[in-house]
């Protein structure tokens, strides 16, 4: 299955300020903890994703692996 690229895209990294759940694993980003804020628009519809550090970590080395950039698909 191949994603679909979004036309715009950002990926940032910020420090929590309240609790926040990892779109991957569920698990809670706790305040004061680093996170990915995925931002995109995917076929005119705009959304966001925030990831742990743990799970972007294993993103990008999964993506190493299979020579890919791994991104969120709508």
């Not at 519809?45 to 742990?52: G, I, L, P």
């Not at 550090?53 to 299979?66: A, H, K, Y």
């Amino acid at each position: 299955m191949d994603a679909e690229m979004p036309s715009v895209f950002s990926d940032t990294v910020r420090k929590a300020r309240r609790a926040h759940k990892c779109c991957e694993c569920r698990q809670v980003i706790k305040a004061g903890e680093n996170y990915h804020l995925f931002k995109g628009c995917w076929d005119g519809k705009w959304d966001e994703y925030k990831t742990c550090v743990d799970c972007q970590d294993l993103r990008e080395e999964i993506g190493e692996d299979v020579n890919t950039n791994l991104r969120f698909s709508a």
